[in-house]
């Protein structure tokens, strides 16, 4: 009974594989909306301001920080999770592929979700006004609280893989 048990629970890793194919379809959907901004403004660029410009570049930046992350998530976690990728010997591999492990992993993840921040909070104190400062100043938080939790899990794990070694 313990076994079966065993064994169906294992199975059950496959659950997710279905998870980590939807994140390919939100990677279509994040290639549309990248393209519909670039055709929304082109016909504009020479009336929209310098700022409006950086802010649109900002934004085509932050959805590709956004897409990387998608990637890395969800190849990385198939592997970690799910089944090694059977990649061929003679196709191009991306270097980081089967050396995540989930630490590795939440680390690279808290990065990406600094940086997105951080290019997030760019784009407010270019569109800042007066009346906006409370606003703002939640923002610094809210980003200062990703650092933060950045740098904790990165001190987690380091303080982890010295008690390892």
Same mark, same amino acid.
Do not use: C
């Given at each position: 009974?313990?076994?079966? *048990?065993?064994?169906?629970?294992?199975?059950?890793?496959?659950? !997710?594989a /279905?998870?980590?194919?939807?994140? +390919?379809l939100?990677?279509?959907?994040? !290639?549309?909306?990248?393209?519909?901004?670039i055709?929304?403004?082109? /016909?504009?660029?020479?009336?929209?301001?310098?700022?409006?410009?950086? !802010?649109?570049?900002?934004? =085509?930046?932050?959805?590709?920080? &956004?897409?990387?992350?998608?990637? %890395?998530?969800?190849f990385?976690?198939?592997?970690? *999770?799910?089944?090694?990728? @059977?990649i @061929?010997?003679?196709?191009?591999?991306?270097?980081?592929l089967?050396?995540? @492990?989930?630490? +590795? =992993?939440?680390?690279?993840?808290?990065?990406?979700? &600094?940086?997105?921040? +951080?290019?997030? !909070?760019?784009?407010? *104190? %270019?569109?800042? @006004? +007066?009346?906006?400062? $409370?606003? =703002?100043?939640?923002? &610094?938080?809210?980003? %200062? $609280?990703? &650092?933060?939790?950045?740098?904790? %899990?990165?001190?987690?794990?380091?303080?982890?893989?010295?008690?390892?070694?």
């Amino acid at each position: 009974m313990e076994k079966k *048990f065993e064994k169906i629970m294992y199975a059950s890793r496959w659950l !997710l594989a /279905p998870i980590y194919l939807g994140l +390919s379809l939100s990677l279509l959907m994040l !290639l549309i909306k990248f393209f519909q901004e670039i055709i929304h403004v082109f /016909p504009l660029i020479l009336e929209i301001s310098e700022k409006d410009l950086i !802010l649109l570049i900002l934004s =085509l930046v932050d959805m590709a920080l &956004v897409g990387g992350l998608i990637i %890395m998530v969800m190849f990385s976690g198939y592997e970690n *999770f799910v089944s090694q990728l @059977d990649i @061929d010997e003679n196709v191009e591999k991306l270097s980081w592929l089967g050396k995540l @492990d989930s630490g +590795s =992993l939440k680390q690279k993840v808290a990065a990406s979700i &600094v940086a997105i921040s +951080s290019i997030h !909070l760019l784009q407010k *104190f %270019m569109n800042l @006004d +007066s009346s906006n400062s $409370t606003q =703002l100043m939640w923002y &610094v938080i809210i980003h %200062m $609280t990703f &650092v933060l939790s950045s740098l904790g %899990m990165a001190w987690v794990d380091r303080f982890n893989h010295k008690q390892k070694g």
